[in-house]
Protein backbone atom coordinates (compact mmCIF):
# COMPACT_ATOMS: atom_id res chain seq x y z
CA UNK A 1 0.00 0.00 0.00
CA UNK A 2 1.33 3.62 -1.10
CA UNK A 3 0.19 6.78 0.84
CA UNK A 4 -2.01 7.44 -1.43
CA UNK A 5 -4.02 4.58 -0.98
CA UNK A 6 -6.88 4.75 1.48
CA UNK A 7 -6.71 2.72 4.86
CA UNK A 8 -9.24 0.31 5.54
CA UNK A 9 -11.05 1.48 8.83
CA UNK A 10 -11.35 -1.75 10.23
CA UNK A 11 -7.84 -2.41 9.72
CA UNK A 12 -6.80 0.61 11.54
CA UNK A 13 -9.22 -0.04 14.65
CA UNK A 14 -7.62 -3.58 14.46
CA UNK A 15 -4.59 -2.67 14.71
CA UNK A 16 -5.63 -0.36 17.86
CA UNK A 17 -5.92 -2.81 19.85
CA UNK A 18 -4.62 -2.75 23.05
CA UNK A 19 -6.29 -5.47 25.17
CA UNK A 20 -9.35 -7.04 25.52
CA UNK A 21 -12.63 -7.28 27.73
CA UNK A 22 -15.14 -10.03 29.27
CA UNK A 23 -17.80 -9.06 30.55
CA UNK A 24 -19.69 -11.83 32.24
CA UNK A 25 -23.21 -11.41 33.04
CA UNK A 26 -25.42 -13.23 35.89
CA UNK A 27 -28.18 -13.00 38.17
CA UNK A 28 -27.58 -11.70 41.14
CA UNK A 29 -30.45 -14.30 42.94
CA UNK A 30 -29.91 -17.00 40.22
CA UNK A 31 -26.69 -17.67 38.61
CA UNK A 32 -23.94 -15.77 41.08
CA UNK A 33 -23.08 -18.90 42.48
CA UNK A 34 -22.37 -20.17 38.82
CA UNK A 35 -20.48 -16.44 37.84
CA UNK A 36 -18.28 -17.19 41.11
CA UNK A 37 -17.44 -20.66 40.04
CA UNK A 38 -16.49 -18.91 36.33
CA UNK A 39 -14.54 -16.31 38.49
CA UNK A 40 -12.57 -18.60 40.33
CA UNK A 41 -11.30 -20.65 37.11
CA UNK A 42 -10.89 -17.67 35.53
CA UNK A 43 -8.26 -16.34 38.14
CA UNK A 44 -5.98 -20.07 38.85
CA UNK A 45 -5.95 -20.57 34.61
CA UNK A 46 -5.32 -16.79 33.55
CA UNK A 47 -3.38 -15.35 36.66
CA UNK A 48 -2.28 -12.44 33.87
CA UNK A 49 -6.05 -11.49 33.56
CA UNK A 50 -7.34 -8.71 35.62
CA UNK A 51 -10.40 -9.78 36.63
CA UNK A 52 -12.87 -6.63 37.72
CA UNK A 53 -15.16 -6.58 40.82
CA UNK A 54 -18.80 -7.63 40.76
CA UNK A 55 -21.46 -5.28 39.57
CA UNK A 56 -24.71 -6.32 41.08
CA UNK A 57 -25.75 -2.34 40.32
CA UNK A 58 -25.90 -1.74 36.12
CA UNK A 59 -22.74 -0.25 35.39
CA UNK A 60 -22.08 1.66 32.05
CA UNK A 61 -23.69 0.23 28.85
CA UNK A 62 -24.77 -3.24 30.99
CA UNK A 63 -28.08 -3.73 31.03
CA UNK A 64 -27.17 -6.78 33.35
CA UNK A 65 -25.01 -7.42 36.73
CA UNK A 66 -21.66 -8.38 35.54
CA UNK A 67 -18.01 -8.40 36.09
CA UNK A 68 -15.29 -8.05 33.58
CA UNK A 69 -11.73 -9.51 32.87
CA UNK A 70 -9.25 -7.27 31.30
CA UNK A 71 -6.72 -9.45 29.33
CA UNK A 72 -3.84 -8.88 26.92
CA UNK A 73 -4.16 -9.78 23.14
CA UNK A 74 -1.47 -12.93 23.39
CA UNK A 75 -4.49 -14.71 25.96
CA UNK A 76 -6.77 -13.86 23.37
CA UNK A 77 -6.62 -17.32 21.86
CA UNK A 78 -6.52 -19.51 25.43
CA UNK A 79 -9.02 -17.33 27.48
CA UNK A 80 -11.91 -17.21 24.95
CA UNK A 81 -12.38 -20.82 23.91
CA UNK A 82 -11.48 -21.27 28.17
CA UNK A 83 -14.90 -18.93 28.53
CA UNK A 84 -16.56 -21.04 25.84
CA UNK A 85 -16.47 -23.96 27.42
CA UNK A 86 -16.65 -23.03 31.11
CA UNK A 87 -19.61 -20.56 31.14
CA UNK A 88 -22.46 -22.53 32.26
CA UNK A 89 -25.13 -20.73 30.64
CA UNK A 90 -23.82 -17.39 31.56
CA UNK A 91 -24.14 -14.82 28.94
CA UNK A 92 -20.68 -13.17 27.77
CA UNK A 93 -19.69 -10.13 25.52
CA UNK A 94 -16.28 -9.54 24.95
CA UNK A 95 -15.16 -6.90 22.91
CA UNK A 96 -11.74 -4.70 22.06
CA UNK A 97 -10.22 -2.34 23.90
CA UNK A 98 -8.37 0.77 22.78
CA UNK A 99 -10.22 1.62 19.29
CA UNK A 100 -11.82 4.35 20.47
CA UNK A 101 -15.14 3.62 19.83
CA UNK A 102 -16.52 2.59 22.80
CA UNK A 103 -20.20 2.11 21.03
CA UNK A 104 -18.76 0.07 18.36
CA UNK A 105 -16.77 -2.18 20.52
CA UNK A 106 -20.08 -2.72 22.94
CA UNK A 107 -22.24 -3.81 19.57
CA UNK A 108 -20.99 -4.58 16.17
CA UNK A 109 -17.61 -5.42 16.92
CA UNK A 110 -18.62 -7.23 20.12
CA UNK A 111 -18.37 -10.75 20.35
CA UNK A 112 -21.69 -12.33 22.46
CA UNK A 113 -21.53 -16.39 23.59
CA UNK A 114 -24.95 -17.33 24.99
CA UNK A 115 -27.67 -14.80 25.28
CA UNK A 116 -26.85 -11.67 23.36
CA UNK A 117 -28.35 -8.29 25.65
CA UNK A 118 -29.34 -5.10 24.80
CA UNK A 119 -26.48 -2.72 25.61
CA UNK A 120 -27.35 0.98 26.83
CA UNK A 121 -25.34 2.94 23.83
CA UNK A 122 -26.91 6.24 25.05
CA UNK A 123 -23.87 6.32 27.58
CA UNK A 124 -21.48 6.84 25.34
CA UNK A 125 -21.13 10.16 23.09
CA UNK A 126 -21.03 10.84 19.57
Known amino acids: MNDMTP ?6 AL ?4 GWHAHIYYDPQATRPAADRLRAKLAEAFPDALIGNWHDELVGPHTR ?5 LFEPQLFAQLVPFLAFHRDGLAVLIHADGTGDGRKAHTEQAIWMGEVLPVNVGVFRG
Open 65 to 69: AMFQV
Open 7 to 12: RDPAEA
Open 15 to 18: ESVT
